[in-house]
């Protein structure tokens, strides 16, 4: 018998696995035992558990970041708009006089920066101003092309009427 012992692989195994402190897994030394089965199948599913409890908590915070991500970048787009918008009225109101700065403004505003800070509070107002100033533009011109059209359809009717 003891024989047997020297030629069995998995006693082999459980000898290198517990000299080592550790006890032989579970995948290598099958077992034939129904509550010892029932046991790794309730691990196994504690586990899976845990898993997809991480996976969904993973999942979660991708989306969180790219959620993160496209508000970032749509400030930034706004910001780099703003400063484009702000350029272009900077560039027109050197070409014109400054208008004095609203009456609350004046005593924070410093005269030896012309006003800045009066200018940075007021681009939202400039930028809506030329917004209505630009779809004004649009509208006259739709405007003009429908009136154009009807003119030259006017004659093609009275044309036909003969």
Do not use: C, Y
């Amino acid at each position: 018998m003891a024989d047997d012992q020297i030629h069995d692989p998995l006693n082999f195994m459980r000898n290198m696995w517990g000299n080592m402190g550790f006890s032989l897994p579970g995948m290598v030394a099958p077992t034939f035992d129904l509550d010892e089965l029932d046991k790794r199948i309730k691990d196994m599913k504690a586990v899976e558990g845990w898993l997809r409890m991480n996976l969904s908590m993973l999942q979660m915070t991708i989306q969180g970041l790219e959620m993160q991500r496209t508000t970032v970048g749509a400030v930034q787009a706004m910001g780099k708009m703003a400063a484009d918008a702000a350029k272009s009225m900077s560039t027109e109101a050197a070409d014109e006089p400054a208008p004095p700065p609203p009456h609350f403004f004046q005593g924070v505003a410093d005269p030896a920066h012309g006003g800045a800070l009066s200018e940075a509070a007021m681009w939202p107002w400039q930028m809506m101003q030329q917004m209505r100033e630009q779809m004004q533009q649009h509208a006259e011109a739709a405007a003009q092309t429908a009136t154009t059209e009807a003119q030259v359809a006017k004659p093609k009717a009275s044309r036909t009427k003969k």
